[in-house]
């Protein structure tokens, strides 16, 4: 019993490494589960984001681009999980890649951000890791440490689902 | 052997199987789902696409191409292709007034190489006119670099050779 056990542990375990390395998603040198770099941001209003005022919140960090249509398309789903999920300690942070400042004043007039929208820098980019594709997006926990890293398109709801384990767990 | 640990095993090799003939899918045939669903235009037939692998086994060549990276500053800065010039977004006007001016002293039959990297293939919002223009510029020996996903994960992650800065 326990050698047919064995083997079937092995091959599953086999199957499941193939599919999840075939489908791994992150890239760049700042894995998951690392600290969130400590760098200072500026907003869009000419505020200065202290990272060590969102230590103790969930931090979305979204690189987009207003000229990104898949970037685009996601901003309204994260205006709708800050409304959501702010008042318990939820915060975004929208970092743009190559937008002019005009443009993104007018883009989040439109679509309503209601989160701190930074200009990107390849500084900011290298401080994540290389942001070499977009949309990417970092999850940080309550402990100031990268959770999760997406490249492209946010799956929502599994989104949704981590933002509500952090913010219970305390992490 | 007994039958019961047979059938087991042969379930999740089923399984590992299914795993890498999906993976295959997606990697392989990506291309041709996508171009098919597209106009006469646009994307390129896939003579006038190249692939990572490709690009990267002819710019070891005596016959390189002229690469020209027709994507945002911000990841060309991270990281591009070594030898590519930077032109920048061909979705702008400006961008692609930059793209003419730099081909137009070109040769037509140059093997010219674009590339961009933002976004998924799909979403790709500079390549389109990149490739438009230089076609109608009469460029004959004209490819587009194949990037599924992003410059991230199928260049850099790919072990490719990658040059820094401006």
């Known amino acids: ?171 | 052997m007994p039958m019961k640990p047979l059938v087991i095993c042969l379930a999740a090799a089923a399984v590992l199987v299914a795993s890498v003939a999906g993976a295959q899918r997606e990697n392989k045939d990506g291309v041709t789902a996508r171009t098919q669903s597209q106009s006469s235009e646009w994307p390129p037939s896939s003579r006038e696409l190249i692939r990572p692998e490709e690009l990267a086994k002819a710019l070891q060549s005596s016959a390189k191409p002229i690469v020209f990276n027709v994507g945002p500053r911000l990841i060309y800065v991270q990281a591009h292709i070594p030898g590519a010039e930077y032109i920048g977004p061909t979705s702008s006007p400006q961008g692609l007034e930059k793209l003419r001016a730099r081909a137009a002293s070109l040769p037509r039959d140059s093997f010219l190489v674009i590339y961009c990297g933002c976004c998924p293939w799909e979403h790709c919002p500079n390549v389109r006119p990149a490739y438009t223009e230089l076609r109608q510029m009469g460029f004959t020996r004209l490819k587009v670099l194949y990037i599924a996903n992003s410059f991230g994960s199928d260049w850099v992650e790919k072990g490719y050779p990658t040059a820094k800065g401006e």
């Open chain 1, 1 to 171: 019993m326990k050698r047919k056990a064995a083997i079937f542990v092995a091959v599953a375990g086999l199957a499941a490494a193939f599919y999840l390395s075939s489908h791994r998603r992150f890239v760049g040198n700042r894995p998951a589960d690392s600290p969130a770099p400590a760098i200072a941001l500026t907003d869009l209003s000419g505020q200065t984001i202290d990272p060590a005022s969102y230590r103790g919140k969930v931090v979305l960090i979204n690189f987009w681009a207003a000229w990104c249509t898949p970037c685009r398309e996601e901003i309204p789903q994260f205006v709708a999980l800050q409304e959501k999920y702010g008042a318990r300690g939820f915060q975004a942070v929208g970092i743009s890649m190559d937008d002019p400042e005009g443009t993104l004043r007018d883009f989040c007039r439109e679509y309503g951000v209601n989160y701190p929208i930074v200009v990107g820098s390849q500084k900011i980019a290298e401080a994540f890791g290389g942001v070499l594709g977009l949309p990417t997006t970092f999850l940080v926990g309550r402990d100031g440490r990268i959770h999760a890293k997406q490249v492209g398109a946010t799956d929502f709801p599994k989104l949704e689902r981590e933002v509500t384990a952090l913010l219970q767990s305390g992490h």
